[in-house]
């Protein structure tokens, strides 16, 4: 059965930064897009960043451009999401998934992905 695995997060202070890691067993992440995304209390998941099986090419929401960077290392079957300077906006729960979406439209839209990590708390104080 497949499951995705989130390890990092925490609690940093504004300007800070955190990685996020999504370890995969039961599939294989080369093969599959990969997002993240973020969900505040009472607010829609948002989408954050993904990257494509295909060529490995990268999307970002504008809130987080040059901020984010997306990577896979596919030796050890994972997905890094490293966040530097960090702001309070970026306070949320994030979730790393995992789909066969492909397109800017497509990897965008929480829906089109079919397996989803445990979630992980991201904290930044002010």
């Known amino acids: 059965q497949a499951q995705l695995v989130q390890s990092g997060g925490g609690l940093v202070q504004t300007g800070g930064s955190l990685r996020l890691s999504c370890t995969a067993s039961g599939l294989t992440f080369s093969r599959y897009t990969v997002g993240w995304f973020r969900q505040t209390p009472g607010k829609e998941r948002e989408f954050v960043s993904a990257?494509?099986?295909?060529?490995?090419?990268?999307y970002y929401a504008d809130s987080v451009k040059g901020r984010f960077t997306i990577s896979r290392d596919s030796a050890k079957n994972t997905v890094i999401l490293q966040m530097n300077s960090l702001k309070p906006e970026d306070t949320a729960d994030y979730y790393c998934a995992a789909g066969t979406s492909t397109g800017q439209i497509a990897v965008k839209i929480w829906k089109t992905y079919t397996n989803w990590g445990q979630g992980t708390q991201v904290t930044v104080s002010s």
């Open positions: 990257i494509g099986w295909r060529g490995g090419t990268t």
